[in-house]
Every structure is written in C-alpha cells, then in structure tokens.
C-alpha cells in the first residue's frame, strides 16, 4: 500500500499486506501543508525538529522554504517516561539557538504514535522557556494515541497494527528519506 495522500485522509494498513510508503512523495505533502501553516499563522515561527527523524525534515524544510535564521533540534530523552528503562543511550542533547520566550514554534516529527514522545520534548522545550504557541506537524500520524495530542500538519494518517514499528531513515548519499518497518518485539 502506497501512502502519498494528504493531511485529511486516512489508510488502513494489514498485517499482511505489504507496507510501502513513499517517504519522498509524504515529505512533499508535509512542505506544502507546513507552507500553508505558516502563511495561516501569518506569524514568524521557529522549527524545532525532534531529533532524530524530526530534526532531519526540519533542517530540509527550514531550507526548501527559504526561511531565516536556524532550526532547532529537541531531544526527548531527559523527559521520556521511560527513561529508566532507556537511559541515555539514545541521547542527544537538545539545540535550542534562540530566544523560546514568546517565539511561535512548530514542532516537527517524522511519527506520531502514542504521543509520549511529543509530552517529552513539550517538557523539554519549556525547560527553555515559555513559548507564546507550539504546533505540531508530522510526516505520519499513524494514531494510537494514549495522550490528548494532535498534529496540525499530517502528510498522512494510517492505521498500523501496534506491533510494528515505523521509522524514516534517510539514505546515505543523496539524504532522501524512506521508511524503515519492523516488527517490534
């Protein structure tokens, strides 16, 4: 099944179906809806990418829309609810090259799953200050939500069976995006 479509549709994905998503074709669909974001909110906004799939759209977005300034890289893992069992293993410190106080931020992700990891990285942005709004935008939003947390910005929404795992990876040479999925243990 190939999911280019836009923020407002929805697939279905089996589990015995082969699942194939045009990550370069959803990346698309995400610039044009974060470019319409934007020009909605009329407002000057910061991307912030959650690292690390996140941080990697954000610094190709930042760029394909001209914008001014840095991007923003925010990690989770300092606020994870998990993080006993994680640790820092998978940490990076987060990279916030601005005033937070009063900015207009959009967060960017690859995955929007439970959206615990989004509870964690708010915790850690306002760790940095009090930003006047955050909006969320995502190259999937695959639902399964166990918190109240919406994307503004979805280039797609699936359902994906829990027990398989989504990740944008990105390919060494030329840096385009694709998915990576995997059967979680």
């Known amino acids: 099944m190939t999911a280019s479509s836009a923020s407002s549709s929805s697939s ?13 074709a959803l990346y ?12 909605i ?9 959650v690292v690390s799939g996140g941080a990697w759209l954000a610094e190709r977005l930042h760029a394909d829309l001209g914008l001014s300034g840095v991007v923003g890289r925010i990690s989770s893992s300092m606020h994870r609810d998990d993080f006993g069992s994680r640790g820092l293993a998978h940490s ?4 916030l090259p601005f005033e937070v106080n009063g900015a207009h931020v959009l967060l960017i992700d690859d995955v929007l799953y439970t959206g615990r990891t989004i509870r964690a990285v708010l915790n850690e942005l306002f760790d940095y200050g009090r930003p006047a ?3 969320l935008a995502v190259l999937v939003d695959r639902g399964g939500r166990e918190l109240p947390v919406e994307a503004a910005v979805a280039a797609a929404r699936i359902s994906l069976p829990t027990h398989h795992k989504l990740a944008l990876a990105r390919h060494p040479g030329d840096g385009h995006f694709h998915f990576d999925v995997e059967l979680s243990a």
Request: aromatic share 0%.
């Open 12 to 24: 279905s994905v089996s589990t015995q179906s082969s699942i194939q998503l045009d990550a370069e």
């Open 28 to 39: 698309q669909t995400l610039l044009r809806g974060v470019r319409t974001h934007l020009a």
């Open 41 to 49: 909110t009329g407002q000057p906004t910061l991307l912030v990418g």
């Open 92 to 95: 990076t410190q987060s990279q």
């Open 133 to 135: 709004s955050v909006a």
